[in-house]
């Protein structure tokens, strides 16, 4: 069966097409610093925002109209499998993601639930055989079903933690089944409302010990794809354990978990954690600790995660601009963690939306890999650092100072001079070279 009869496969037209259902900036084909763009952006679907979500908010009832929807139970399941490689193959991506329920209906319990998860990752499997499409990563939804409400590794009950460790067990074996590039953690529910009623010592050391035992079960069977974690400073808790790449990363170095994990980062998390996009990916980069990618946008107008399809190009530009510094993104990619507008329910607005964010991100890796070529901002910056490359500067760089000789040496200084940051000019220059890629 066919959902999507009136699209045809999305291929690139150029920037000066009008056909909405073409590309007009992402070339897959096209080379950039040697490598096609396809290699390097590594796009993926998300299967829940595309194919399970029905446009409900905390105002109004679903609305998003989906040929699949007719169905329920396991046959919508797989109806979803089947719509969502269909959509695979025209847009021509590369990977997908998903969590355990997002591809099969939980059961009365969880022998079921892992019944149910069987048979549709058999049918995915057979899917896979002749797709392009891998699976970039999956994890284990452990925060929408009531039995979280206080959490999944970090819970106050221990039935909890097991349930939780069984969840994880089984998305490790649907990851070295599917190939997985990856599996994530995003801690929903790993946080807390007050430190009234909270035992935070027990529940962090409770997740190091969960992962730890991730990471012994992946070894037993294994599964050598990637482990990331997910920042989110908060929503659905006040007060989440993954805060951001900062938190995270001091988390895992206190568990000795650093060796193992890298971070997921979304666009979305960061504007909530009050940092900026670039920001995390730098964080994380500089720290070796770059690994994949959500890619969305936040609204600065509304304070939750509102997911929204990235098309903000100068955030795209700097996002690429430290993925291309990282060497790109290895095992991980650029994941649409986003969902299009309640207003935008057809079905064929999902590949409007797509279209929109990967020519967006096109757009930032030609933009970035220009401003790389050229070192606009590399030049700058070391001249901006220059004085810690001769003299005071570099002995305090090369750890041959101590405060004695630098009071010695700042009792001698009549005036200290500054220079201009030049913000504005270097806003202005990135401008430029985004006007340059558009206009080519």
Not at 168 to 192: D, P
């Amino acid at each position: 069966m066919a959902y999507f009869e009136n699209v045809n496969h999305i291929k690139f037209e150029g920037h000066k097409s009008t056909n909405p259902l073409a590309f007009k900036y992402y070339n897959p084909e096209e080379i950039v610093a040697g490598k096609s763009m396809e290699e390097i952006l590594r796009f993926g679907v998300a299967y829940w925002h595309t194919f399970t979500m029905d446009g409900s908010d905390p105002f109004g009832n679903g609305n998003m109209i989906r040929s699949w929807d007719k169905f329920t139970g396991m046959d919508l399941a797989k109806a979803r499998v089947e719509a969502a490689f269909e959509f695979f193959e025209k847009l021509n991506v590369p990977f997908f993601c998903f969590h355990d329920i997002d591809i099969a209906p939980e059961g009365d319990n969880l022998k079921e639930t892992n019944q149910n998860l069987d048979e549709i990752v058999t049918m995915i499997k057979e899917y896979m055989k002749t797709s392009k499409t891998k699976l970039l990563w999956n994890t284990a939804n452990m925060f929408s079903h009531p039995r979280f409400v206080h959490g999944a590794a970090t819970a106050v009950n221990a039935d909890v933690f097991a349930y939780s460790a069984a969840k994880v067990k089984k998305g490790l074996e649907i990851a070295k089944e599917l190939g997985a590039e990856n599996y994530v953690f995003w801690g929903g529910r790993e946080g807390y409302e007050t430190l009234l009623n909270t035992d935070m010592k027990l529940e962090q050391d409770n997740l190091g010990r969960f992962f730890h035992m991730a990471i012994d079960y992946a070894k037993e069977i294994g599964f050598t794809g990637q482990f990331l974690i997910e920042p989110k400073p908060k929503e659905p808790t006040k007060h989440q354990y993954d805060f951001d790449v900062a938190t995270g990363l001091a988390f895992l170095q206190n568990y000795n978990l650093q060796d193992y994990f890298k971070f997921n980062i979304e666009a979305n998390h960061a504007t909530l954690a009050g940092h900026t996009f670039e920001h995390e990916l730098r964080v994380a980069r500089i720290n070796g600790m770059l690994g994949s990618v959500d890619a969305n946008q936040g609204d600065p107008l509304l304070g939750w995660d509102t997911d929204e399809f990235p098309t903000d190009l100068y955030s795209t530009t700097l996002a690429m601009y430290e993925i291309l510094q990282n060497g790109g993104l290895g095992r991980g990619g650029l994941n649409f963690d986003a969902k299009v507008r309640r207003g935008s329910f057809e079905q064929e607005d999902l590949f409007h939306a797509h279209i929109a964010g990967m020519d967006s991100f096109a757009i930032g890796l030609k933009v970035a890999q220009k401003l790389l070529d050229d070192k606009v901002l590399e030049n700058f910056i070391e001249e901006r650092y220059s004085s810690y490359s001769y003299g005071i500067g570099k002995d305090i760089v090369e750890g041959n100072t101590d405060f004695h000789k630098l009071e010695e040496y700042a009792l001698q200084l009549d005036e200290i001079k500054n220079t201009s940051g030049r913000t504005e000019r270097l806003k202005s220059i990135v401008n430029q070279y985004l006007l340059t890629v558009l206009s080519e």
